[in-house]
């Protein structure tokens, strides 16, 4: 039976897929660590969530063992050495292409965050899973197949008239033209074999063997000018975490090229003001957030981007001195000006806990639903388009040039207590990730909910995601009409959209408890499960 709520003095895990859950369950039960386990889980999401996430994408890992010791794991691939702004304006285009084998411009790093993260297991956390074994739940709902989530289908035809024409991708997620409907047995063999390759190989026979040369040429037959070349030259970075003081302890992200920066800005401005006096769904506190989030979005516009190529004061911007500043500027009575978001992004989040309190926080993406709609011949793997997130323009900081990374909204987070996890926790949906993680940590370390109400409580959305080309202050049905009308008051444009709204993305959480339990929960709002160990 699947549930979103789970204690455990074992371990405990939570993904956006129940199938995905029960796969890092098993390696919990057994005495598998937490890298273990997540790495069940996260090739298992890019089975059986195959509109979210692939092999074809990229990731960013946060690691934290018993002893406190922090490992970000950095798998942003790079743009190919043949895409410059350019090939797109000799083109007479203004913006690269949203889907198509130009959006496919970017090597896909999330594998080589596997590979790293294995050997960190291996060679630090005492890891006895080969990695042959921890891909097996993979491999097998492959090749045996598994029950079609609903949203599988849904997304598929909802983006019909932009994936349609791509028969690769059709082939296989809608034969005859019609998507695999939910509870649809759904098997993917090509997929499977290069699974199999992947487990045979290890992770860089994604990047360097025989996957590689097939992930090339299938590439190259639809269009793409990522190369092999490309593929070779990829390795995935280990990076410091950031972090920033919040109440009793430190809440820590990943560096750029994510907006990790965003989600810190958010937290350390909130640091700054008594929550408490605010009940967690009134007006004060949805404006209070939403004003810290405008805050820290036009620092993270103005900054983020390839740190190897463009410096950034990620110090200077997060000292307690710059913070201060950005809450002071903030008016409880009137909303601050608000221009245009990033926009979408189609992602897993998922953590575990293992019975050390060792912690994983780790977030998977292709950036828009299925990707840049490019299979990679017969390898089964969806490309990804983050590389549209590049701007043409010579003058931004985000500009396209071959070799460097784009900027990320993917963003893992924990929170730490006494130099251990206290909070794991994250969310996919863009610019919505630092705003639900602003919820999710202040509804669980300020107002101490219980964990399953921290993610059920009504959230709301600043900006574009999930393909909403608006870009005012959605907020869930489910907050009082005086809510709105406050809201509205303040200067905001406010939009009301359905209860659990698919765009306010799909949380997980892990809770440390005093008493050594493992507390998790997943979102309602996906079609996932937490599990103990």
Same mark, same amino acid.
């Given at each position: 039976?699947?549930?979103?709520?789970?204690?455990?003095?074992?371990?405990?895990?939570?993904?956006?897929?129940?199938?995905?859950?029960?796969?890092?369950?098993?390696?919990?039960?057994?005495?598998?660590?937490?890298?273990?386990?997540?790495?069940?889980?996260?090739?298992?999401?890019?089975?059986?969530?195959?509109?979210?996430?692939?092999? &074809?994408? #990229? $990731? /960013?890992?946060?690691?934290?063992?018993?002893?406190?010791?922090?490992? +970000? %794991?950095?798998? !942003? =691939?790079?743009?190919?050495?043949?895409?410059?702004?350019?090939?797109?304006?000799?083109?007479?285009?203004?913006?690269?292409?949203?889907?198509?084998?130009?959006?496919?411009?970017?090597?896909?790093?999330?594998?080589?965050?596997?590979?790293?993260?294995?050997?960190?297991?291996?060679?630090?956390?005492?890891?006895?899973?080969?990695?042959?074994?921890?891909?097996?739940?993979?491999?097998?709902?492959?090749?045996?197949?598994?029950?079609?989530?609903?949203?599988?289908?849904?997304?598929?035809?909802?983006?019909?008239?932009?994936?349609?024409?791509?028969?690769?991708?059709?082939?296989?997620?809608?034969?005859?033209?019609?998507?695999?409907?939910?509870?649809?047995?759904?098997?993917?063999?090509?997929?499977?074999?290069?699974?199999?390759?992947?487990?045979?190989? &290890?992770? #860089? $026979? /994604?990047?360097?063997?025989?996957?590689?040369?097939?992930?090339?040429? +299938? %590439?190259?037959? !639809? =269009?793409?000018?990522?190369?092999?070349?490309?593929?070779?030259?990829?390795?995935?970075?280990?990076?410091?975490?950031?972090?920033?003081?919040?109440?009793?302890?430190?809440?820590?992200?990943?560096?750029?090229?994510?907006?990790?920066?965003?989600?810190?800005?958010?937290?350390?401005?909130?640091?700054?003001?008594?929550?408490?006096?605010?009940?967690?769904?009134?007006?004060?506190?949805?404006?209070?957030?939403?004003?810290?989030?405008?805050?820290?979005?036009?620092?993270?516009?103005?900054?983020?981007?390839?740190?190897?190529?463009?410096?950034?004061?990620?110090?200077?911007?997060?000292?307690?001195?710059?913070?201060?500043?950005?809450?002071?500027?903030?008016?409880?009575?009137?909303?601050?000006?608000?221009?245009?978001?990033?926009?979408?992004?189609?992602?897993?989040?998922? $953590?575990?806990?293992?019975?050390?309190?060792?912690?994983?926080?780790?977030?998977?993406?292709?950036?828009?639903?299925?990707?840049?709609?490019?299979?990679?011949?017969?390898?089964?793997?969806?490309?990804?388009?983050?590389?549209?997130?590049?701007?043409?323009?010579?003058?931004?900081?985000?500009?396209?040039?071959?070799?460097?990374?784009?900027?990320?909204?993917?963003?893992?987070?924990?929170?730490?207590?006494?130099?251990?996890?206290?909070?794991?926790?994250?969310?996919?949906?863009?610019?919505?990730?630092?705003?639900?993680?602003?919820?999710?940590?202040?509804?669980?370390?300020?107002?101490?909910?219980?964990?399953?109400?921290?993610?059920?409580?009504?959230?709301?959305?600043?900006?574009?995601?999930?393909?909403?080309?608006?870009?005012?202050?959605?907020?869930?049905?489910?907050?009082?009409?005086?809510?709105?009308?406050?809201?509205?008051?303040?200067?905001?444009?406010?939009?009301?959209?359905?209860?659990?709204?698919?765009?306010?993305?799909?949380?997980?959480?892990?809770?440390?408890?005093?008493?050594?339990?493992?507390?998790?929960?997943?979102?309602?709002?996906?079609?996932?499960?937490?599990?103990?160990?």
């Amino acid at each position: 039976m699947t549930t979103r709520y789970a204690k455990s003095s074992r371990g405990v895990v939570t993904s956006p897929h129940h199938l995905a859950t029960a796969a890092g369950e098993a390696v919990l039960a057994a005495g598998g660590n937490a890298i273990e386990a997540a790495l069940a889980v996260g090739a298992t999401l890019c089975v059986v969530y195959p509109h979210m996430n692939s092999l &074809g994408g #990229d $990731g /960013f890992w946060l690691l934290c063992d018993e002893t406190g010791k922090l490992t +970000g %794991l950095d798998g !942003a =691939g790079a743009a190919g050495q043949a895409y410059t702004p350019a090939f797109y304006t000799g083109q007479g285009l203004d913006a690269i292409p949203v889907r198509g084998p130009h959006a496919a411009n970017t090597v896909a790093g999330l594998v080589s965050v596997w590979g790293a993260a294995h050997l960190v297991s291996r060679a630090h956390w005492g890891g006895r899973w080969s990695w042959q074994e921890v891909l097996d739940p993979a491999h097998d709902h492959a090749e045996r197949g598994f029950a079609c989530s609903a949203s599988q289908g849904n997304f598929l035809t909802q983006k019909w008239a932009e994936l349609g024409g791509f028969q690769t991708l059709t082939d296989i997620y809608a034969p005859n033209g019609q998507p695999a409907p939910a509870g649809a047995r759904f098997q993917q063999p090509y997929l499977a074999e290069s699974l199999r390759l992947l487990q045979r190989d &290890g992770a #860089d $026979g /994604f990047y360097r063997g025989e996957l590689a040369r097939r992930i090339a040429q +299938g %590439l190259a037959d !639809a =269009g793409s000018l990522l190369s092999a070349d490309d593929l070779a030259a990829f390795h995935c970075r280990q990076v410091e975490p950031i972090s920033v003081p919040y109440r009793n302890g430190r809440a820590v992200n990943m560096p750029p090229p994510t907006q990790g920066l965003a989600s810190l800005l958010i937290l350390g401005q909130l640091d700054r003001f008594d929550l408490a006096r605010h009940p967690h769904l009134s007006a004060d506190y949805v404006h209070l957030v939403v004003e810290a989030t405008k805050q820290a979005f036009r620092v993270r516009d103005r900054h983020v981007a390839d740190p190897e190529q463009v410096d950034i004061p990620v110090a200077e911007l997060l000292a307690p001195a710059a913070i201060a500043d950005l809450a002071e500027a903030i008016d409880m009575t009137r909303a601050a000006p608000w221009g245009k978001g990033v926009g979408p992004a189609d992602t897993v989040w998922f $953590g575990v806990v293992d019975a050390k309190g060792r912690a994983v926080s780790a977030i998977q993406s292709i950036y828009h639903e299925y990707g840049s709609g490019v299979v990679a011949g017969e390898t089964g793997i969806i490309w990804q388009n983050r590389g549209t997130s590049f701007s043409l323009d010579p003058q931004h900081v985000n500009v396209l040039k071959p070799g460097k990374r784009p900027f990320h909204t993917l963003n893992p987070a924990m929170y730490l207590e006494d130099g251990r996890p206290r909070l794991v926790y994250g969310t996919m949906g863009g610019d919505g990730q630092p705003q639900t993680q602003a919820a999710v940590a202040t509804r669980a370390l300020d107002y101490r909910l219980p964990l399953p109400e921290v993610l059920d409580s009504p959230r709301w959305l600043l900006g574009r995601t999930w393909g909403q080309s608006s870009d005012s202050l959605k907020l869930e049905g489910r907050f009082a009409p005086e809510v709105f009308e406050e809201l509205v008051r303040r200067g905001h444009v406010v939009e009301r959209v359905e209860d659990y709204a698919q765009m306010m993305g799909h949380a997980g959480v892990i809770r440390v408890l005093d008493d050594g339990m493992f507390e998790a929960a997943s979102d309602p709002r996906s079609d996932g499960a937490a599990a103990g160990g």
